[in-house]
């Protein structure tokens, strides 16, 4: 039995160990260094503004607490990116017609009145071009009706010949308008599915029924995600998908470093720890001060208690 007097705390060593590995850097291990990953260049931003920004996001936190959490390094273990997807996409073209997408009821109703607008544009412009595609396949049908004649009399004169020239041209041209037309119907069914996407997203995290528009089946039951933290083999990587301006950017990149310190969500919408990003606020809410504190295990006289336990939610 008296080798248990050192088997044992070994056990326990190696318990603790393990716990630190799965539940990531506890507060003895900040700051928790990261670097800035890849950037895609349609967000329209420079590493430098990034880098930025993440800075800002990450002094969010450590004002509230009065120490460093977070340091850029050239060989951290957590990459920051910027992805580029659908979601920005949609966001950037409602953009151009003055619309803006959040998680909240408001943009969600903007967005389905967009979704209408764009559906009655796309009939109207399909049902144009359907009729114009059908005004061009009579005219290439006269066309070779024309031309098989003037085959026919042989005696087909240079005027008859220049004017079947002169049709064949202006066909010509008129298909490659049709195609062009064609293109823009098709950008514009792509846009529309972006929209019904996002609409669907948003629709899902606010809990509203979903409207019923065509085909959007396959996006039902996925919730729209501005960013994600993750942690995964002993690496970690925050990942932005969407931010409709720099204030939201800030925000959705302090709550993911947050859930990197060990952060739940909260239930203020206020919070940076809401799960959805909705406020434009850029001070962390009493809700968010407390969740700091007690992820890093300070008391309100500012002592830490006891180790905090980490979730590797997003
Ligand atoms: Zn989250």
Redesign the pocket.
Known sequence: MRHLTWVLPVIISFLLLAFFQTQGPGPGQLPISYRIGSVDERFGLTRQEVAEAVEQAASLWEKACGRDLFCELGDAHMDINLVYDYRQETSDKLKGIGGRIDNTRGSYEALNAHIEQLQAEYRQVKADLSADIDSYNDHVEAFHVRSAQAMRLESSSGDLTRELDIERSSLEEMREQLQVRQEELKAMAETLKGMVAVANEIANNLNIRVRDYNSTGKDLGKEFSEG??ERRNGTQSITVFHFSDRAKLVRVLA??LG?ALGLK?VDNPEAI?Y?LNQSDSLDPAPDDIAALHQALGITDKGRPTSVAVRSP??
Request: proline fraction near 0%; aromatic fraction near 10%.
């Open positions: 994600c933290y709550h993911e859930h969500h720890m799960r939610s997003h």
